[in-house]
C-alpha cells in the first residue's frame, strides 16, 4: 500500500511560479515511476509530467519547458516546479505512483492561474 499527499498548490497570476510536492508513505520500495497528472473541469485528466526511479523524466507537449519534475529517493518525495504559469494550467494536479499492477493516486491539488 502507498499513500500519497499532495501540497503547493494555490492561487497565482499569469507568468507566476508554483512548486508542488507530493509525499509519499508506505511501501516505497515496490514504487517504479511517479507522475503528475491534471484535470480541469469538464476535461479528462492528463500526464503532465513523470519521472523513473532513475530520474529519466517525460513532459507533455504543452508544459516542456516551463515545468520541471524531480524526485528525492531519501525523502520519498516528488516536485514538480511550474513557471510562466499561463491561465490554461489551472487544474486539479494529482501525483500518481506505480508499482506492479497497481497505480495509486494522491487527493490532488488545486492550481489556478488567473490572467
Known amino acids: 500500500q502507498v499513500r500519497l499527499v499532495e501540497s503547493g498548490g494555490g492561487l497565482v497570476q499569469a507568468g507566476g511560479s508554483l512548486r508542488l510536492s507530493c509525499a509519499a508513505s508506505?511501501?516505497?520500495?515496490?514504487?517504479?515511476?511517479m507522475g503528475w497528472y491534471r484535470q480541469a473541469p469538464g476535461k479528462q485528466r492528463e500526464l503532465v509530467a513523470l519521472?523513473?526511479?532513475?530520474?529519466?523524466?517525460n513532459y507533455a507537449d504543452s508544459v516542456k519547458g516551463r515545468f520541471t519534475i524531480s524526485r528525492d529517493n531519501v525523502k520519498n518525495t516528488v516536485y514538480l516546479q511550474m513557471i510562466s504559469l499561463r491561465p490554461e494550467d489551472t487544474a486539479i494536479y494529482y501525483c500518481?505512483?506505480?508499482?506492479?499492477?497497481?497505480?495509486?493516486w494522491g487527493q490532488g491539488t488545486q492550481v489556478t492561474v488567473s490572467s
Open positions: 519521472i523513473s526511479t532513475r530520474g529519466t523524466t
Open positions: 508506505g511501501s516505497m520500495f515496490s514504487i517504479n515511476d
Open positions: 500518481n505512483a506505480k508499482v506492479p499492477g497497481v497505480i495509486y
